[in-house]
């Protein structure tokens, strides 16, 4: 069975501390807690990878869940960790069928990470990624987005993870903008006016192409983008 590897990944992270109550009458005291330096950073979460002009990200969830947000020729089923490998589990309409691939943690940081293929056929090239902090009411959003006629919308964090840039194709040419996320939506200044991207359904987008799909999002009235 064919292995498929891949240059898409990310990840976003948390972790804690718990400190247990004594049993009375007992006077043993709590379990303090660990000293900053000594807590690990996670690899749960969304790191983005800057692929030419693109963004490219790997998702990391605590269920163990994969995903690879704006990345389309493949997708993500698991992940687990082995030590200090991160070992992916991911498939395409080719290979129908999960295969793993193996990455080194080369170096891992709150904000940053280093991967590197393990497989004897490829040299093994380190990857730096780093991690989104955006809010998760606007984690859905990311990706691209597809309209009518070949119009699209890319939704991507800027390279420090904490702000977005929107790129929206249209028919009479591309337009950027940089994005600030404001509950589940994101604002724009379009044309000197405020604008927001939200989520939405087909019917919401007002665009009668779309009426029939189910998770979009839209610009205005007239300007609309899904998926499925």
Request: glycine content about 8%; aromatic content about 10%; charged content about 20%.
């Amino acid at each position: 069975m064919k292995k498929q590897t891949w240059g898409a990944l990310l990840i976003a992270a948390s972790i804690g501390w718990h400190c247990g109550q004594p049993a009375a009458p007992t006077t043993t005291a709590a379990t303090p807690p660990a000293p900053a330096d000594t807590v690990k950073p996670s690899l749960t979460g969304v790191w983005f990878l800057k692929n030419g002009n693109f963004w490219e990200g790997l998702q990391l969830e605590d269920s163990g869940r994969l995903a690879f947000p704006n990345v389309y020729s493949m997708t993500g089923d698991r992940w687990q960790r082995e030590g200090d490998q991160l070992i992916l589990y991911s498939y395409t309409d080719r290979y129908p069928e999960p295969q793993p691939t193996r990455y080194q943690i080369m170096a891992l940081t709150a904000d940053t990470l280093t991967l590197a293929i393990v497989d004897p056929r490829i040299k093994a090239v380190p990857v730096h990624y780093v991690r989104q902090h955006i809010q998760a009411e606007t984690d859905e959003l990311l990706g691209r987005w597809w309209g009518p006629e070949g119009t699209m919308a890319d939704i991507l964090p800027d390279s420090t993870g904490r702000q977005y840039s929107v790129q929206l194709y249209q028919l009479d040419g591309l337009e950027t903008f940089a994005a600030t996320p404001e509950a589940n939506k994101l604002r724009i200044v379009r044309q000197g006016k405020a604008a927001y991207l939200e989520p939405t359904d087909g019917a919401g987008t007002g665009m009668k192409w779309l009426a029939e799909k189910k998770r979009c999002i839209r610009l205005a009235d007239g300007h609309g983008y899904c998926r499925e």
